[in-house]
Protein backbone atom coordinates (compact mmCIF):
# COMPACT_ATOMS: atom_id res chain seq x y z
CA UNK A 1 0.00 0.00 0.00
CA UNK A 2 1.55 3.71 -0.90
CA UNK A 3 2.08 6.23 1.54
CA UNK A 4 -0.59 8.61 1.55
CA UNK A 5 -2.76 5.41 1.25
CA UNK A 6 -1.65 4.31 4.62
CA UNK A 7 -1.60 7.66 6.02
CA UNK A 8 -5.25 8.00 5.29
CA UNK A 9 -5.98 4.94 7.17
CA UNK A 10 -3.99 6.15 9.95
CA UNK A 11 -6.26 8.99 9.90
CA UNK A 12 -9.47 7.27 9.82
CA UNK A 13 -8.18 5.21 13.04
CA UNK A 14 -7.19 8.09 14.40
CA UNK A 15 -10.73 9.31 13.71
CA UNK A 16 -12.27 6.64 15.00
CA UNK A 17 -10.26 6.63 18.56
CA UNK A 18 -10.70 10.65 18.87
CA UNK A 19 -15.10 9.64 18.71
CA UNK A 20 -15.15 6.90 21.13
CA UNK A 21 -12.72 9.32 23.84
CA UNK A 22 -15.42 11.91 23.16
CA UNK A 23 -17.84 8.84 24.33
CA UNK A 24 -15.43 8.24 27.22
CA UNK A 25 -15.02 4.61 26.27
CA UNK A 26 -11.31 4.08 26.79
CA UNK A 27 -10.48 0.70 25.75
CA UNK A 28 -11.88 1.27 21.91
CA UNK A 29 -10.48 4.63 22.01
CA UNK A 30 -6.97 2.92 22.95
CA UNK A 31 -7.29 -0.23 20.34
CA UNK A 32 -8.19 2.80 17.58
CA UNK A 33 -5.23 4.52 17.88
CA UNK A 34 -2.56 1.84 18.56
CA UNK A 35 -3.75 0.73 14.76
CA UNK A 36 -3.20 4.14 13.45
CA UNK A 37 -0.34 4.16 15.34
CA UNK A 38 0.81 0.62 13.67
CA UNK A 39 -0.18 2.43 10.39
CA UNK A 40 1.82 5.40 11.15
CA UNK A 41 4.61 5.90 13.60
CA UNK A 42 5.58 8.78 13.18
CA UNK A 43 2.33 10.70 13.57
CA UNK A 44 2.72 12.61 17.24
CA UNK A 45 -0.90 13.34 17.25
CA UNK A 46 -2.30 9.53 17.82
CA UNK A 47 0.59 9.18 20.03
CA UNK A 48 -0.56 12.20 22.42
CA UNK A 49 -4.45 10.70 21.60
CA UNK A 50 -3.36 7.31 22.75
CA UNK A 51 -1.29 8.82 25.75
CA UNK A 52 -4.59 11.09 26.97
CA UNK A 53 -6.54 7.98 26.55
CA UNK A 54 -4.15 5.68 28.76
CA UNK A 55 -3.87 8.59 31.36
CA UNK A 56 -8.02 8.17 32.04
CA UNK A 57 -7.91 4.29 31.66
CA UNK A 58 -5.35 3.95 34.55
CA UNK A 59 -2.83 3.05 32.62
CA UNK A 60 0.62 6.03 33.73
CA UNK A 61 2.81 3.61 32.48
CA UNK A 62 1.43 3.37 28.91
CA UNK A 63 0.49 7.11 29.12
CA UNK A 64 4.29 7.96 29.68
CA UNK A 65 5.44 5.70 26.76
CA UNK A 66 3.20 7.31 24.79
CA UNK A 67 3.92 10.59 25.59
CA UNK A 68 7.01 10.16 25.12
CA UNK A 69 7.12 8.97 22.28
CA UNK A 70 4.75 12.17 21.18
CA UNK A 71 7.21 14.80 22.68
CA UNK A 72 10.13 13.04 21.07
CA UNK A 73 8.65 13.43 17.43
CA UNK A 74 7.53 17.24 18.45
CA UNK A 75 9.50 19.21 20.51
CA UNK A 76 7.49 22.31 19.58
CA UNK A 77 3.66 20.91 20.96
CA UNK A 78 2.91 22.83 24.07
CA UNK A 79 0.04 20.68 24.62
CA UNK A 80 2.29 17.23 24.18
CA UNK A 81 4.54 19.00 26.72
CA UNK A 82 2.32 19.84 29.54
CA UNK A 83 0.59 16.10 29.20
CA UNK A 84 4.37 14.70 29.42
CA UNK A 85 5.28 16.76 32.27
CA UNK A 86 1.80 16.30 33.62
CA UNK A 87 2.63 12.40 34.10
CA UNK A 88 5.76 12.61 35.39
CA UNK A 89 4.01 14.98 38.13
CA UNK A 90 0.81 12.92 39.48
CA UNK A 91 3.73 10.11 39.49
CA UNK A 92 6.09 12.44 41.65
CA UNK A 93 8.62 12.81 39.13
CA UNK A 94 9.17 16.13 39.66
CA UNK A 95 12.77 16.57 38.46
CA UNK A 96 11.60 14.47 35.09
CA UNK A 97 8.36 17.32 34.85
CA UNK A 98 10.83 19.68 34.96
CA UNK A 99 13.35 18.55 32.47
CA UNK A 100 9.98 18.36 29.91
CA UNK A 101 9.11 22.07 30.56
CA UNK A 102 12.66 22.79 30.03
CA UNK A 103 13.26 20.86 26.86
CA UNK A 104 10.12 22.47 24.90
CA UNK A 105 10.93 24.45 21.60
CA UNK A 106 12.46 27.98 22.94
CA UNK A 107 10.49 29.57 19.67
CA UNK A 108 7.02 27.68 20.72
CA UNK A 109 4.64 29.91 22.22
CA UNK A 110 3.78 29.61 25.98
CA UNK A 111 0.71 30.32 27.35
CA UNK A 112 -0.64 31.14 30.81
CA UNK A 113 -1.42 26.84 31.80
CA UNK A 114 2.06 26.21 30.55
CA UNK A 115 3.27 28.93 33.51
CA UNK A 116 0.71 28.17 36.26
CA UNK A 117 1.49 23.84 35.51
CA UNK A 118 5.51 24.82 35.20
CA UNK A 119 5.28 26.72 38.45
CA UNK A 120 3.41 24.41 40.63
CA UNK A 121 5.80 21.30 39.79
CA UNK A 122 8.61 24.34 40.77
CA UNK A 123 7.18 24.71 43.99
CA UNK A 124 6.30 21.02 44.38
CA UNK A 125 10.08 20.54 43.82
CA UNK A 126 10.85 23.15 46.38
CA UNK A 127 12.49 25.22 43.96
CA UNK A 128 10.42 28.22 45.23
CA UNK A 129 12.58 31.56 44.02
CA UNK A 130 11.99 29.77 40.12
CA UNK A 131 8.57 29.10 41.00
CA UNK A 132 7.50 32.69 41.89
CA UNK A 133 9.28 33.36 38.57
CA UNK A 134 7.16 31.24 36.84
CA UNK A 135 4.08 32.06 38.27
CA UNK A 136 4.09 35.61 37.78
CA UNK A 137 5.06 34.85 33.73
CA UNK A 138 1.38 33.23 34.10
CA UNK A 139 -0.19 36.20 35.97
CA UNK A 140 0.90 38.33 33.58
CA UNK A 141 -1.18 36.41 31.01
CA UNK A 142 -3.93 35.91 33.07
CA UNK A 143 -4.10 38.55 36.35
CA UNK A 144 -7.29 36.95 37.38
CA UNK A 145 -6.20 33.33 37.75
CA UNK A 146 -6.93 32.71 41.09
CA UNK A 147 -5.21 29.03 41.22
CA UNK A 148 -2.16 30.76 39.84
CA UNK A 149 -2.43 33.05 43.05
CA UNK A 150 -3.00 30.10 45.40
CA UNK A 151 0.19 28.66 44.29
CA UNK A 152 2.15 31.93 44.35
CA UNK A 153 0.60 31.85 48.08
CA UNK A 154 2.51 28.48 48.61
CA UNK A 155 5.92 29.62 47.10
CA UNK A 156 5.61 32.66 49.22
CA UNK A 157 4.72 30.76 52.03
CA UNK A 158 8.10 28.07 52.10
CA UNK A 159 9.90 31.17 51.66
CA UNK A 160 8.92 32.67 54.29
CA UNK A 161 7.39 35.95 52.84
CA UNK A 162 4.32 35.18 55.21
CA UNK A 163 3.12 39.04 54.21
CA UNK A 164 2.95 37.98 50.41
CA UNK A 165 1.59 34.93 50.94
CA UNK A 166 -1.31 36.12 52.85
CA UNK A 167 -2.07 38.58 50.17
CA UNK A 168 -2.13 35.80 47.14
CA UNK A 169 -4.28 33.49 49.20
CA UNK A 170 -6.60 36.57 50.14
CA UNK A 171 -6.94 37.10 46.21
CA UNK A 172 -7.59 33.84 45.45
CA UNK A 173 -10.68 33.64 48.27
CA UNK A 174 -11.45 37.56 46.49
CA UNK A 175 -11.20 35.65 42.84
CA UNK A 176 -12.87 32.15 43.48
CA UNK A 177 -16.29 30.49 45.08
CA UNK A 178 -15.17 27.03 44.71
CA UNK A 179 -12.76 24.76 45.47
CA UNK A 180 -9.60 27.18 45.40
CA UNK A 181 -11.21 29.58 48.01
CA UNK A 182 -11.71 26.72 50.24
CA UNK A 183 -8.26 25.56 50.04
CA UNK A 184 -6.79 29.42 50.36
CA UNK A 185 -8.84 30.01 53.40
CA UNK A 186 -7.60 26.99 55.14
CA UNK A 187 -3.77 28.41 54.47
CA UNK A 188 -4.79 31.38 55.26
CA UNK A 189 -6.03 30.74 58.32
CA UNK A 190 -3.23 28.65 59.40
CA UNK A 191 -0.98 31.05 57.87
CA UNK A 192 -2.58 34.09 60.62
CA UNK A 193 -2.96 31.77 63.59
CA UNK A 194 0.75 31.01 63.43
CA UNK A 195 1.59 34.72 63.10
CA UNK A 196 -0.89 35.56 66.06
CA UNK A 197 -2.49 37.82 63.81
CA UNK A 198 -6.54 37.25 65.08
CA UNK A 199 -7.50 40.10 63.09
CA UNK A 200 -9.77 38.13 60.79
CA UNK A 201 -9.72 35.38 62.95
CA UNK A 202 -13.49 35.08 63.65
CA UNK A 203 -14.76 35.88 60.23
CA UNK A 204 -11.98 33.56 58.25
CA UNK A 205 -12.98 30.37 60.58
CA UNK A 206 -17.03 31.35 59.91
CA UNK A 207 -15.87 30.86 56.19
CA UNK A 208 -14.15 27.76 56.01
CA UNK A 209 -16.10 25.85 58.21
CA UNK A 210 -18.87 27.06 56.38
CA UNK A 211 -16.94 26.29 52.69
CA UNK A 212 -15.90 22.82 54.61
CA UNK A 213 -19.37 21.52 55.31
CA UNK A 214 -19.91 21.53 51.19
CA UNK A 215 -17.06 20.65 49.94
CA UNK A 216 -16.73 17.54 47.91
CA UNK A 217 -14.95 15.00 46.19
CA UNK A 218 -13.69 18.52 43.38
CA UNK A 219 -12.27 20.29 46.27
CA UNK A 220 -10.60 17.26 47.45
CA UNK A 221 -6.67 17.89 45.74
CA UNK A 222 -6.42 21.06 47.25
CA UNK A 223 -7.54 20.80 50.91
CA UNK A 224 -4.99 21.06 53.57
CA UNK A 225 -6.44 18.46 56.23
CA UNK A 226 -3.83 19.52 58.86
CA UNK A 227 -4.92 22.99 58.40
CA UNK A 228 -7.63 21.81 60.56
CA UNK A 229 -5.98 20.54 63.41
CA UNK A 230 -5.94 23.50 65.57
CA UNK A 231 -9.56 24.94 64.92
CA UNK A 232 -12.38 23.74 66.69
CA UNK A 233 -13.14 21.36 64.23
CA UNK A 234 -15.25 17.93 65.08
CA UNK A 235 -13.77 14.31 64.56
CA UNK A 236 -16.45 13.62 62.06
CA UNK A 237 -15.47 16.88 60.10
CA UNK A 238 -12.00 15.90 60.21
CA UNK A 239 -12.65 12.61 58.93
CA UNK A 240 -14.62 13.99 56.33
CA UNK A 241 -12.11 16.24 54.94
CA UNK A 242 -9.48 13.09 55.04
CA UNK A 243 -11.87 11.47 53.34
CA UNK A 244 -12.06 13.83 50.28
CA UNK A 245 -8.01 14.81 50.45
CA UNK A 246 -7.86 10.95 50.36
CA UNK A 247 -10.18 10.21 47.56
CA UNK A 248 -8.76 12.86 45.39
CA UNK A 249 -4.71 12.01 45.52
CA UNK A 250 -5.60 8.61 45.25
CA UNK A 251 -8.21 8.56 42.26
CA UNK A 252 -5.99 7.34 39.13
CA UNK A 253 -4.53 4.43 41.30
CA UNK A 254 -5.26 0.97 40.68
CA UNK A 255 -4.50 -1.08 43.44
CA UNK A 256 -2.40 -4.21 42.92
CA UNK A 257 -3.59 -7.53 42.40
CA UNK A 258 -3.68 -9.61 45.34
CA UNK A 259 -1.63 -13.03 45.76
CA UNK A 260 -3.45 -15.55 44.39
CA UNK A 261 -5.66 -17.86 47.12
CA UNK A 262 -3.75 -20.36 48.64
CA UNK A 263 -0.29 -18.64 48.06
CA UNK A 264 1.77 -19.57 50.76
CA UNK A 265 3.53 -16.76 52.93
CA UNK A 266 7.71 -16.38 52.43
CA UNK A 267 8.93 -18.31 55.75
CA UNK A 268 10.62 -16.13 58.12
CA UNK A 269 10.63 -13.16 60.11
CA UNK A 270 7.72 -10.43 59.81
CA UNK A 271 8.38 -7.77 57.43
CA UNK A 272 7.56 -4.36 58.59
CA UNK A 273 8.33 -1.28 56.33
CA UNK A 274 8.01 2.44 57.28
CA UNK A 275 7.31 5.50 54.84
CA UNK A 276 8.36 8.73 55.76
CA UNK A 277 9.83 12.17 54.88
CA UNK A 278 11.73 12.51 58.47
CA UNK A 279 14.50 10.26 58.67
CA UNK A 280 16.54 12.66 59.48
CA UNK A 281 16.94 15.75 62.28
CA UNK A 282 13.17 16.03 63.11
CA UNK A 283 10.52 14.88 66.13
CA UNK A 284 9.29 11.78 64.25
CA UNK A 285 13.15 10.39 64.53
CA UNK A 286 14.02 11.65 67.70
CA UNK A 287 10.96 9.91 69.03
CA UNK A 288 11.28 6.69 67.15
CA UNK A 289 15.08 5.97 67.47
CA UNK A 290 14.96 4.04 70.33
CA UNK A 291 12.24 2.61 69.52
CA UNK A 292 13.70 0.99 66.13
CA UNK A 293 17.17 0.02 68.05
CA UNK A 294 15.43 -2.24 70.69
CA UNK A 295 13.32 -3.89 67.89
CA UNK A 296 13.62 -8.10 68.24
CA UNK A 297 15.20 -8.27 65.21
CA UNK A 298 14.80 -12.37 65.34
CA UNK A 299 10.88 -11.75 64.80
CA UNK A 300 11.02 -8.57 62.61
CA UNK A 301 13.14 -7.35 59.92
CA UNK A 302 12.79 -3.41 59.47
CA UNK A 303 12.86 -1.74 55.97
CA UNK A 304 12.62 2.40 56.14
CA UNK A 305 11.47 4.13 53.15
CA UNK A 306 12.98 7.39 53.36
CA UNK A 307 11.96 10.33 51.76
CA UNK A 308 13.90 12.84 53.75
CA UNK A 309 16.59 15.22 53.14
CA UNK A 310 20.10 13.57 53.62
CA UNK A 311 21.34 16.26 56.42
CA UNK A 312 23.85 13.91 57.77
CA UNK A 313 22.77 14.36 61.32
CA UNK A 314 23.77 12.10 64.15
CA UNK A 315 19.89 11.35 64.86
CA UNK A 316 19.74 10.39 61.13
CA UNK A 317 22.77 8.29 61.18
CA UNK A 318 21.06 6.60 64.51
CA UNK A 319 17.98 5.88 62.46
CA UNK A 320 19.87 4.51 59.77
CA UNK A 321 21.68 2.01 61.69
CA UNK A 322 18.76 0.85 63.56
CA UNK A 323 17.25 -1.11 60.76
CA UNK A 324 18.49 -3.77 58.22
CA UNK A 325 17.12 -1.99 55.54
CA UNK A 326 17.27 2.04 54.31
CA UNK A 327 15.69 2.26 51.25
CA UNK A 328 16.21 6.30 49.43
CA UNK A 329 12.77 6.94 47.59
CA UNK A 330 13.54 10.34 46.86
CA UNK A 331 14.03 10.21 43.14
CA UNK A 332 11.31 7.36 43.04
CA UNK A 333 7.75 7.89 41.68
CA UNK A 334 5.02 6.94 43.59
CA UNK A 335 4.54 3.21 41.78
CA UNK A 336 8.21 2.53 41.82
CA UNK A 337 8.41 2.88 45.35
CA UNK A 338 4.91 0.49 45.67
CA UNK A 339 6.44 -1.78 43.46
CA UNK A 340 9.45 -1.74 45.53
CA UNK A 341 7.70 -2.65 48.80
CA UNK A 342 5.77 -5.62 47.09
CA UNK A 343 9.07 -6.89 45.79
CA UNK A 344 10.69 -6.69 49.29
CA UNK A 345 7.54 -8.92 50.34
CA UNK A 346 6.09 -6.93 53.39
CA UNK A 347 4.03 -7.84 55.70
CA UNK A 348 3.18 -4.49 57.33
CA UNK A 349 3.53 -1.25 56.29
CA UNK A 350 2.80 1.79 58.33
CA UNK A 351 2.91 5.38 57.26
CA UNK A 352 4.17 8.28 59.80
CA UNK A 353 2.84 11.15 57.69
CA UNK A 354 -0.36 11.33 56.87
CA UNK A 355 -1.86 14.58 55.80
CA UNK A 356 1.07 16.76 56.36
CA UNK A 357 3.63 18.19 54.08
CA UNK A 358 5.59 16.31 52.14
CA UNK A 359 3.79 13.37 52.69
CA UNK A 360 3.53 10.11 50.10
CA UNK A 361 1.21 7.95 52.06
CA UNK A 362 -1.04 7.72 48.91
CA UNK A 363 1.07 5.36 47.42
CA UNK A 364 0.18 2.89 49.57
CA UNK A 365 -3.13 2.92 48.04
CA UNK A 366 -1.57 0.88 45.72
CA UNK A 367 -2.03 -1.93 48.13
CA UNK A 368 2.08 -3.18 48.69
CA UNK A 369 1.23 -4.73 52.16
CA UNK A 370 -1.53 -7.01 53.54
CA UNK A 371 -1.81 -4.69 56.49
CA UNK A 372 -1.14 -0.87 56.28
CA UNK A 373 -1.60 1.81 59.21
CA UNK A 374 -1.41 5.03 60.06
CA UNK A 375 1.17 5.91 62.88
CA UNK A 376 2.45 9.35 65.35
CA UNK A 377 2.78 12.08 62.27
CA UNK A 378 -0.91 12.76 61.71
CA UNK A 379 -3.01 13.26 64.90
CA UNK A 380 -6.41 12.26 63.13
CA UNK A 381 -8.23 10.24 60.72
CA UNK A 382 -6.64 9.77 57.20
CA UNK A 383 -9.87 8.96 56.11
CA UNK A 384 -8.03 6.74 53.35
CA UNK A 385 -9.87 3.17 52.51
CA UNK A 386 -6.55 1.69 52.13
CA UNK A 387 -5.09 2.35 55.60
CA UNK A 388 -6.58 -0.54 57.64
CA UNK A 389 -5.22 0.69 61.65
CA UNK A 390 -4.96 3.85 63.65
CA UNK A 391 -2.55 3.29 65.95
CA UNK A 392 -3.26 4.62 69.56
CA UNK A 393 -3.85 4.37 72.90
CA UNK A 394 -6.95 4.24 75.20
CA UNK A 395 -6.99 7.97 76.11
CA UNK A 396 -6.23 9.38 72.72
CA UNK A 397 -8.17 6.90 70.61
CA UNK A 398 -11.29 5.17 73.25
CA UNK A 399 -13.13 2.59 71.15
CA UNK A 400 -16.20 5.17 71.54
CA UNK A 401 -14.65 7.26 69.24
CA UNK A 402 -14.15 4.63 66.27
CA UNK A 403 -17.00 6.24 64.14
CA UNK A 404 -14.36 9.14 63.99
CA UNK A 405 -12.02 7.13 62.08
CA UNK A 406 -12.06 5.30 58.54
CA UNK A 407 -9.07 3.01 60.12
CA UNK A 408 -9.59 0.36 62.83
CA UNK A 409 -8.51 1.78 66.08
CA UNK A 410 -5.38 -0.12 67.57
CA UNK A 411 -4.60 0.58 70.88
CA UNK A 412 -0.71 0.10 72.73
CA UNK A 413 -1.67 -0.55 76.20
CA UNK A 414 -0.26 2.89 77.83
CA UNK A 415 0.68 5.49 75.19
CA UNK A 416 1.50 5.31 71.66
CA UNK A 417 4.14 7.78 71.68
CA UNK A 418 7.77 6.10 71.91
CA UNK A 419 10.05 8.16 73.80
CA UNK A 420 14.18 7.76 73.30
CA UNK A 421 15.81 8.01 76.89
CA UNK A 422 19.36 8.63 75.14
CA UNK A 423 18.64 11.91 74.39
CA UNK A 424 20.51 14.57 76.26
CA UNK A 425 19.48 15.66 79.61
CA UNK A 426 21.57 18.81 79.98
CA UNK A 427 22.50 20.97 83.26
CA UNK A 428 19.63 23.43 83.28
CA UNK A 429 20.48 26.69 81.80
CA UNK A 430 20.32 29.54 84.62
CA UNK A 431 17.62 32.04 84.61
CA UNK A 432 20.05 35.19 84.66
CA UNK A 433 21.13 33.72 80.76
CA UNK A 434 17.46 33.74 79.34
CA UNK A 435 15.94 36.89 80.94
CA UNK A 436 13.91 35.21 83.38
CA UNK A 437 13.50 36.38 86.80
CA UNK A 438 15.19 34.76 89.74
CA UNK A 439 12.19 34.67 92.31
CA UNK A 440 9.00 34.34 90.41
CA UNK A 441 7.23 31.14 89.15
CA UNK A 442 7.81 30.41 85.39
CA UNK A 443 5.00 28.97 83.21
CA UNK A 444 5.57 28.24 80.11
CA UNK A 445 4.53 26.69 76.73
CA UNK A 446 6.83 26.15 74.06
CA UNK A 447 4.52 25.01 71.50
CA UNK A 448 4.01 26.33 67.82
CA UNK A 449 1.92 29.43 67.71
CA UNK A 450 -0.60 28.51 65.04
CA UNK A 451 -1.93 26.58 68.46
CA UNK A 452 -2.79 29.24 69.98
CA UNK A 453 -5.90 31.13 70.39
CA UNK A 454 -7.43 34.23 71.25
CA UNK A 455 -9.57 32.20 73.89
CA UNK A 456 -6.03 30.51 75.10
CA UNK A 457 -4.55 33.98 76.01
CA UNK A 458 -7.49 35.05 77.52
CA UNK A 459 -7.22 31.84 80.20
CA UNK A 460 -3.55 32.74 80.19
CA UNK A 461 -4.05 35.89 80.95
CA UNK A 462 -6.72 35.07 84.06
CA UNK A 463 -3.92 32.72 85.38
CA UNK A 464 -1.25 36.10 85.38
CA UNK A 465 -4.10 38.40 87.17
CA UNK A 466 -4.68 35.51 89.82
CA UNK A 467 -1.18 34.54 90.75
CA UNK A 468 0.80 37.33 90.70
CA UNK A 469 4.28 35.96 91.24
CA UNK A 470 4.28 34.07 88.15
CA UNK A 471 5.62 35.00 84.96
CA UNK A 472 4.89 33.61 81.17
CA UNK A 473 7.68 32.55 78.69
CA UNK A 474 6.33 31.22 75.18
CA UNK A 475 8.15 31.13 72.16
CA UNK A 476 8.14 33.96 69.62
CA UNK A 477 8.83 32.03 66.08
CA UNK A 478 9.59 35.79 64.06
CA UNK A 479 9.14 39.22 64.51
CA UNK A 480 5.11 39.58 63.35
CA UNK A 481 4.61 36.61 66.01
CA UNK A 482 6.52 38.74 68.85
CA UNK A 483 4.68 42.35 67.55
CA UNK A 484 1.34 40.81 67.32
CA UNK A 485 1.45 38.82 70.83
CA UNK A 486 2.46 42.13 72.85
CA UNK A 487 -0.53 43.95 71.53
CA UNK A 488 -2.59 41.16 72.25
CA UNK A 489 -1.39 40.64 76.06
CA UNK A 490 -1.15 44.61 75.86
CA UNK A 491 -5.11 44.87 75.21
CA UNK A 492 -5.60 42.64 78.15
CA UNK A 493 -3.69 44.73 80.41
CA UNK A 494 -0.72 41.77 81.08
CA UNK A 495 2.62 44.10 82.09
CA UNK A 496 4.99 43.54 79.44
CA UNK A 497 7.99 42.33 82.26
CA UNK A 498 5.08 39.20 82.73
CA UNK A 499 5.92 37.93 79.29
CA UNK A 500 8.94 36.92 78.47
CA UNK A 501 10.00 35.47 74.52
CA UNK A 502 12.02 32.85 73.55
CA UNK A 503 13.58 32.31 70.02
CA UNK A 504 13.99 29.00 68.57
CA UNK A 505 16.82 26.80 69.59
CA UNK A 506 18.38 23.57 68.68
CA UNK A 507 17.29 20.49 70.99
CA UNK A 508 20.22 20.14 73.41
CA UNK A 509 19.70 23.73 73.96
CA UNK A 510 16.00 24.03 74.07
CA UNK A 511 15.64 20.91 76.58
CA UNK A 512 18.45 22.94 78.82
CA UNK A 513 16.32 26.00 79.00
CA UNK A 514 13.07 23.66 79.53
CA UNK A 515 14.49 22.76 82.54
CA UNK A 516 14.64 26.36 84.16
CA UNK A 517 10.71 26.60 83.70
CA UNK A 518 8.01 25.09 86.76
CA UNK A 519 4.64 24.12 84.89
CA UNK A 520 4.36 23.69 81.40
CA UNK A 521 0.94 25.38 80.27
CA UNK A 522 -0.38 23.39 77.46
CA UNK A 523 -2.57 24.19 74.82
CA UNK A 524 -6.22 23.27 73.00
CA UNK A 525 -7.88 21.57 70.97
CA UNK A 526 -4.31 21.20 69.19
CA UNK A 527 -1.95 19.70 72.45
CA UNK A 528 2.17 19.73 73.26
CA UNK A 529 2.91 16.46 71.31
CA UNK A 530 6.56 15.76 71.05
CA UNK A 531 7.48 19.53 72.84
CA UNK A 532 4.95 18.01 76.10
CA UNK A 533 6.92 14.60 76.18
CA UNK A 534 10.28 16.99 75.96
CA UNK A 535 9.04 19.00 79.34
CA UNK A 536 8.01 15.92 81.65
CA UNK A 537 11.28 14.57 80.52
CA UNK A 538 13.11 17.73 81.73
CA UNK A 539 10.72 17.29 85.02
CA UNK A 540 8.56 20.16 84.42
CA UNK A 541 4.76 18.84 85.14
CA UNK A 542 2.49 19.53 81.92
CA UNK A 543 -1.34 21.09 82.06
CA UNK A 544 -3.62 20.03 79.42
CA UNK A 545 -7.35 19.66 78.75
CA UNK A 546 -8.41 16.71 76.81
CA UNK A 547 -11.26 17.28 73.99
CA UNK A 548 -12.99 14.95 71.48
CA UNK A 549 -10.26 14.87 68.68
CA UNK A 550 -6.69 12.85 68.29
CA UNK A 551 -4.64 15.84 68.60
CA UNK A 552 -6.60 17.56 71.74
CA UNK A 553 -5.93 13.86 73.60
CA UNK A 554 -2.33 13.77 73.12
CA UNK A 555 -1.09 15.68 76.73
CA UNK A 556 -3.66 13.97 78.66
CA UNK A 557 -2.07 10.37 77.04
CA UNK A 558 0.97 11.70 78.07
CA UNK A 559 0.88 12.98 81.34
CA UNK A 560 -1.01 9.79 82.31
CA UNK A 561 1.81 7.69 80.90
CA UNK A 562 3.83 9.78 83.64
CA UNK A 563 1.56 8.76 86.32
CA UNK A 564 0.19 12.32 86.61
CA UNK A 565 -3.23 11.81 85.39
CA UNK A 566 -4.89 14.27 87.26
CA UNK A 567 -3.07 17.37 85.11
CA UNK A 568 -5.25 16.47 82.52
CA UNK A 569 -8.51 18.71 83.65
CA UNK A 570 -11.68 18.46 83.00
CA UNK A 571 -11.93 22.25 81.51
CA UNK A 572 -10.69 25.63 81.38
CA UNK A 573 -11.96 26.89 84.61
CA UNK A 574 -10.45 23.65 86.34
CA UNK A 575 -6.98 24.10 84.26
CA UNK A 576 -6.74 27.57 85.39
CA UNK A 577 -7.72 26.99 88.87
CA UNK A 578 -4.91 24.28 89.18
CA UNK A 579 -2.21 26.26 87.79
CA UNK A 580 -2.97 28.73 89.98
CA UNK A 581 -2.91 26.36 92.69
CA UNK A 582 0.27 24.85 91.50
CA UNK A 583 2.03 28.29 91.44
CA UNK A 584 0.99 29.08 95.03
CA UNK A 585 2.18 25.60 96.43
CA UNK A 586 5.37 24.98 96.36
CA UNK A 587 5.54 21.98 97.94
CA UNK A 588 3.19 20.19 95.85
CA UNK A 589 5.08 21.62 92.81
CA UNK A 590 8.26 20.37 94.21
CA UNK A 591 6.46 16.81 94.40
CA UNK A 592 5.50 16.79 90.69
CA UNK A 593 8.96 17.85 89.72
CA UNK A 594 11.24 15.03 91.66
CA UNK A 595 8.40 12.41 90.60
CA UNK A 596 9.33 13.30 86.80
CA UNK A 597 13.00 13.61 88.12
CA UNK A 598 13.31 10.67 90.35
CA UNK A 599 11.19 8.34 88.27
CA UNK A 600 12.24 9.08 85.29
CA UNK A 601 13.70 5.69 83.73
CA UNK A 602 10.85 4.00 85.25
CA UNK A 603 7.60 6.32 83.93
CA UNK A 604 5.92 3.89 81.42
CA UNK A 605 5.94 7.56 78.93
CA UNK A 606 9.92 6.89 78.83
CA UNK A 607 10.19 2.68 79.20
CA UNK A 608 11.51 1.87 75.78
CA UNK A 609 11.91 -1.40 76.44
CA UNK A 610 8.75 -2.12 77.46
CA UNK A 611 6.93 -0.06 74.34
CA UNK A 612 9.04 -1.87 72.15
CA UNK A 613 7.28 -5.34 73.10
CA UNK A 614 3.99 -4.04 73.26
CA UNK A 615 4.43 -2.14 69.67
CA UNK A 616 5.78 -5.44 68.31
CA UNK A 617 3.10 -7.50 70.30
CA UNK A 618 0.41 -5.02 68.40
CA UNK A 619 1.96 -5.65 65.42
CA UNK A 620 1.65 -9.42 65.63
CA UNK A 621 -1.42 -8.84 65.84
CA UNK A 622 -2.44 -7.29 62.63
CA UNK A 623 -0.29 -9.75 61.28
CA UNK A 624 -2.56 -12.76 62.36
CA UNK A 625 -5.44 -11.85 61.70
CA UNK A 626 -4.12 -11.11 57.91
CA UNK A 627 -1.93 -14.50 57.45
CA UNK A 628 -5.87 -16.10 58.96
CA UNK A 629 -7.54 -14.29 55.84
CA UNK A 630 -9.39 -11.77 58.58
CA UNK A 631 -10.35 -8.00 57.86
CA UNK A 632 -9.20 -5.53 59.69
CA UNK A 633 -11.19 -4.95 63.06
CA UNK A 634 -10.52 -3.21 66.55
CA UNK A 635 -7.37 -4.35 68.31
CA UNK A 636 -8.30 -2.91 71.68
CA UNK A 637 -5.17 -2.56 74.35
CA UNK A 638 -4.26 -5.92 76.16
CA UNK A 639 -1.45 -6.38 79.02
CA UNK A 640 1.77 -7.02 77.90
CA UNK A 641 2.77 -10.59 78.95
CA UNK A 642 6.20 -10.98 77.86
Not at 361 to 370: D, K, N, Q, T
Request: hydrophobic share 45%; proline share 6%; aromatic share 8%.
Amino acid sequence: MKPAALKQKALQQREAGQRASAGRKWPAAIAAFERALALDPDDAQSWLFLAHAQVHSGNNAGALIAAERAFALEHTNVLICRLLADIHTSGGRYAQAISVYEALDPASPRDHDFWAEYGNVLWLARRNREAVDVLMKALEQRIDSAIVHHRLGLAFRDLGMSGESTECFRTAIALDQGRIRTAALSLVLYDSRNACDWSKLEEDTTALLAALDTADDSNGSLLSPFALIALDTTPAQQRRIGELRSRSITRDIKPFSPPPIGTARRPGRIRVGYLSADFSQHATSQLIVEFLERRDSTRFETFLYSHSIADGSALQQRVRAACEHFVDVNDLSNLTVAERMRSDELDIVIDLKGHTRDSRFELLAYRPAAVQAAWLGYPASTGAHFIDYMIGDPIVLPLEHAPNYSEQIAQLPLNYQPNDRHRPLPDPTPRSELGLPEDAIVLCCFNQTYKISPFMLDVWTAILQAAPNTVLWILAWDRHVLVNLRREFDARGVAAERVIFAPKAPPARHLARLRAADLFLDTWPCNAHTTASEALWCGVPVLTVPGETFASRVAASLVSACGLGDLACKDAESYAHLAVALASEAEIRHGLRAHLEQMRMELPLFDSERFTREFEALLLRMHERAQAGLPPAPLLAEPNTQ
